[in-house]
Nanobody
Framework: DVQLQASGGGLVQTGGSLRLSCAAS????????MGWFRQDPDKEREGVSY????????YYADSVKGRFTISRDNAKNTVYLQMNNLRPEDTSVYVC??????????????????RGQGTLVTVSS
């Protein structure tokens, strides 16, 4: 079975930091672009960041550039999202996802090949 188990969410004050982790299993991790999106009820999902192993490329949404850093440990089948200088508008459910195409993280409406349950990040003002 495919599993994407996210952890690391929680409550933090404005300006604080959190590190999200996503442990993947059940699919060839190295063949997939790994990333995170966030989604709230009644809102469209927002692709936050992705990282590719094939060319080492990364992507960050404009709203998180300079504050978030994505990384992956291929030996552990794990992807991380270091979130610094958090703002109240970062409050959301963060979902780990995997897809063969990076476009799924930047375009709207395309389903991810695999996605996890998500972890809640709450930033208090």
């Amino acid at each position: 079975d495919v599993q994407l188990q996210a952890s690391g969410g929680g409550l933090v004050q404005t300006g604080g930091s959190l590190r999200l982790s996503c442990a993947a299993s059940g699919f060839p991790f190295n063949d997939y672009v790994m990333g995170w999106f966030r989604q709230d009820p009644d809102k469209e999902r927002e692709g936050v960041s992705y990282i590719s192993i094939t060319d080492g490329s990364t992507y960050y949404a404009d709203s998180v550039k300079g504050r978030f850093t994505i990384s992956r440990d291929n030996a552990k089948n794990t992807v991380y999202l270091q979130m610094n200088n958090l703002r109240p508008e970062d409050t959301s459910v963060y979902v780990c996802a995997a897809d063969r195409s990076p476009l799924t993280f930047t375009a709207r409406g395309f389903p991810y090949d695999y996605r996890g349950q998500g972890t809640l990040v709450t930033v208090s003002s």
